[in-house]
């Protein structure tokens, strides 16, 4: 292997990854954080809905209810 050869061994091993990476990214982090973002909103988030809403706990208080505390 000659030196010359190192910078273009490092991106040819190292681009396949950032690509796996991204990719990986896309498809779980995305949903997790519309789905968070979705139970902590007051506004739906839908197409056609542009408003962000307000934060709020509000959906979870009735996960603490002596109701729901059965269910489980």
């Known amino acids: 292997m000659k030196t010359g050869d190192a910078p273009r ?3 040819r091993d190292h681009v ?3 690509g796996i990476s991204f990719v990986l990214f896309v498809l779980c982090f995305i949903p997790v954080i519309l789905v968070t ?3 902590l909103s007051t506004a739906v988030p839908r197409p056609g809905n542009s408003t962000l809403g307000h934060f709020t706990l509000a959906h979870f208080v009735s996960l603490i209810t002596p109701s729901a505390a059965t269910a489980f």
Do not use: D, T
Request: hydrophobic share 55%.
């Open 9 to 11: 061994n490092y991106w």
């Open 37 to 39: 973002w979705a139970s």
């Open 16 to 18: 396949p990854v950032a």
